[in-house]
T-cell receptor, first 113, second 114 residues
Framework: QQQVKQSPQSLIVQKGGISIINCAYE??????FPWYQQFPGKGPALLIA?????SEKKEGRFTISFNKSAKQFSLHIMDSQPGDSATYFC????????????FGKGTLLTVNP | DAGVIQSPRHEVTEMGQEVTLRCKPI?????LFWYRQTMMRGLELLIY????????DSGMPEDRFSAKMPNASFSTLKIQPSEPRDSAVYFC????????????FGQGTRLTVV
């Protein structure tokens, strides 16, 4: 059972454009939603995270939008840069067990110069 | 800070052999995770330690897998006997236990079982 569904699998964006990656979840007990960024040959690294008490969180060029009723959340990368080219994973974990992250399958983002 | 250190970076072994993966977490972190990453299944949590004690091993695939954390600065993941389907990248991560724990990942060990 895939509890966190991520789309698209891959995304190509021109430099300066907006990259949008979407995730949907099923478990209503989830209350922590991080996004991780992974470069080839490296481990994932936390990029930004949100809790369901807010609908949006922004950190620099990265924004998470959260829709609790639809059980969906998305990552927006504004002014995308070639250095943003990486694989992005959404994740979710339940209240009381925030260590227990369930990851989406990942989105390979390529930003062309 | 050197981050989470994993060894070896790459391991090739024959089916049936024992494999031991090693991890040194970030100093001061009291949570440690072992993850497995494959194309088919993505990132999966295998086991979670808090203060050196295994808290959740529900992700360990079968009895061939075992993990230990003898002290706060060292953990091992052992596979015995190894099988080709165990081929994957294994990540160790550490963090500080609190609500919304951020996991700091190592660079991973790429395991190939032939």
């Amino acid at each position: 059972q895939q509890q966190v569904k991520q789309s698209p699998q891959s995304l190509i964006v021109q430099k300066g454009g907006i990259s949008i990656i979407n995730c949907a979840y099923e478990n209503t007990a989830f209350d922590y939603f991080p996004w991780y960024q992974q470069f080839p040959g490296k481990g994932p690294a936390l990029l930004i995270a949100i809790r369901p008490d807010v609908s949006e969180k922004k950190e620099g060029r990265f924004t998470i939008s959260f829709n609790k009723s639809a059980k969906q959340f998305s990552l927006h990368i504004m002014d995308s840069q070639p250095g943003d080219s990486a694989t992005y994973f959404c994740a979710a974990s339940p209240s009381g067990s925030n260590y227990k992250l369930t990851f989406g399958k990942g989105t390979l983002l390529t930003v062309n110069p | 800070d050197a981050g989470v250190i994993q060894s070896p970076r790459h391991e090739v072994t024959e089916m049936g052999q024992e494999v031991t993966l090693r991890c040194k977490p970030i100093s001061g972190h009291n949570s440690l995770f072992w993850y497995r990453q494959t194309m088919m299944r993505g990132l999966e949590l295998l086991i979670y330690f808090n203060n050196n004690v295994p808290i959740d091993d529900s992700g360990m695939p079968e009895d061939r897998f075992s993990a230990k954390m003898p002290n706060a600065s060292f953990s091992t993941l052992k596979i015995q006997p190894s099988e080709p389907r165990d081929s994957a990248v294994y990540f160790c991560a550490s963090g500080i236990h609190r609500r919304g724990t951020e996991a700091f990942f190592g660079q991973g060990t790429r395991l190939t079982v032939v």
